[in-house]
């Protein structure tokens, strides 16, 4: 492989380094908001923040959570994707399925009568190898609850209470669930990086956090590894390979948020090192540096990538074989950190979100995450000690 790529790479550093540091130079106006204490609670960080404003006091209480690692076993059962009402033979098929509860919620024990109280927390949705059953709403107290899709690839459920006193209080769903293993299409020759993308993929396309496509490092690497291969899988699949082969596995990084594409790259290349936010994180900003769809998918403990290829015209035909189907594309998933899995994967556990750029509340939704978290606002009188409480995240066979 040519060194094009790295040399340009110690430019582009070196260029965001000099940029860094007269940002930092820049005087900063002072913050209306004043952080006035920070705590962690196994594995969720939780900011407090403190907002004067003209008629009252307010406490604003944020809790947030990502977590990312792996699972197996495959089996067979042939799919097809629906394509406005046409059934159109390709893409991975779907294997065999587990039954499963998806309990999520929080547990909360106030130490001041509170108010305004919001919580919200992200639960499964239908996906082609994820089937949502039926949602119990087992433990509601005075809540209202609503659901909502955000950034059309996760759903939450949204918890609101007007008054809550100082009594325990348990916040919880029960999603019922089949997910299945996906299968990788036995003929991969016919799969081709569409020209045009469908308006709800074009997301796929575009920079997201810590996923920096756009740089133009990742153009060069994604020329250099594609390089003489002859089919557009055997592209994609060459940068699934690079990555697998090329980053180190840390599982210390498990637990803190991510490094990102750019950050793993940016040191010498046999230090590259990354857990599997990272490793998903570098091939997605490979893809979409070739303009090949990709995203991350996230399930409890782990997050893995899909990539999105189409069929030719001639190719796409309904299982009949009648007529033809419009032109579109399917997702096929690869585990980039873990055991070879590429097209198809042996993964059963809910899918909690698809996709990488949701938004962050602690921000006031004005920037954007990696991953959509859990959060509990609320307010509460002033000097008055803060709430007890716990998420609660748990699933079982059913």
């Known amino acids: 492989m040519q060194g094009g790529w790295r040399r340009f790479l110690a430019k582009t550093m070196a260029a965001q380094s000099l940029k860094k540091a007269k940002t930092s130079r820049t005087p900063q ?11 962690f609670c196994f594995r969720f960080s939780i900011r407090i923040t403190m907002q004067r404003a003209l008629l009252s006091a307010a406490f604003l209480v944020c809790l947030f959570c990502a977590t990312v690692q792996a699972q197996f076993q495959f089996s067979s059962n042939n799919a097809k994707s629906n394509v406005d ?28 009568p509170m108010q305004n109280i919001t919580v919200t927390v992200p639960i499964p949705m239908d996906w082609p190898e994820q089937k949502v059953v039926s949602i119990r709403e087992e433990s509601l107290g005075p809540a209202r609850l609503h659901y909502r899709t955000v950034s059309q690839g996760a759903r939450e459920a949204v918890f609101e209470i007007d008054q809550m006193r100082m009594m325990p209080l348990e916040l919880v769903l029960e999603v019922e669930l089949i997910n299945y ?12 990086i569409p020209k045009r993308v469908p308006r709800d993929v074009e997301l796929y396309l575009k920079p997201s956090p810590d996923i920096q496509s756009n ?3 990742f153009k060069k690497m994604f020329a250099e590894i594609t390089e003489n291969r002859e089919t557009d899988w055997d592209k994609v699949e060459a940068l699934y390979s690079f990555v697998q082969s090329r980053v180190r596995y840390e599982e210390t990084l498990r637990d803190k948020r991510a490094r990102g594409a750019l950050a793993v790259v940016s040191d010498p290349e046999d230090k590259w090192f990354g857990d599997c936010k990272d490793m998903s994180a570098l091939f997605v900003a490979l893809c979409r540096a070739g303009h090949i769809p990709a995203r991350l998918v996230r399930v409890p403990e782990h997050c893995y990538a899909e990539f999105y ?14 007529k033809k189907a419009p032109s579109d594309g399917f997702w096929f998933p690869c585990q980039v950190a873990g055991t070879y899995a590429f097209g198809g994967i042996p993964e059963r556990r809910p899918i909690l979100q698809k996709g990488d750029s949701f938004p962050d509340r602690e921000a006031d939704n004005k920037r954007r995450e990696m991953f959509l978290r859990e959060c509990f606002t609320g307010t509460k009188p002033d ?16």
């Open 309 to 322: 290829l189409e069929l030719p015209a001639d190719k796409r035909t309904t299982s009949a074989g009648r």
């Open 85 to 112: 009402g046409i059934v159109v033979d390709g893409g991975p098929s779907v294997g065999e399925g587990r039954k499963q509860i998806w309990r999520a919620g929080i547990s909360m024990e106030p130490r001041a």
């Open 383 to 398: 000097g008055s000690p803060l709430p007890k409480f716990r998420w609660i995240n748990e699933v079982r066979d059913k």
């Open 181 to 192: 293993d996906l299968i990788p299409p036995e003929n991969t020759e016919d799969y081709i």
């Open 29 to 39: 106006k002072k913050p209306k908001i004043m952080e006035c204490r920070q705590i």
């Open 215 to 217: 740089e133009r490092v």
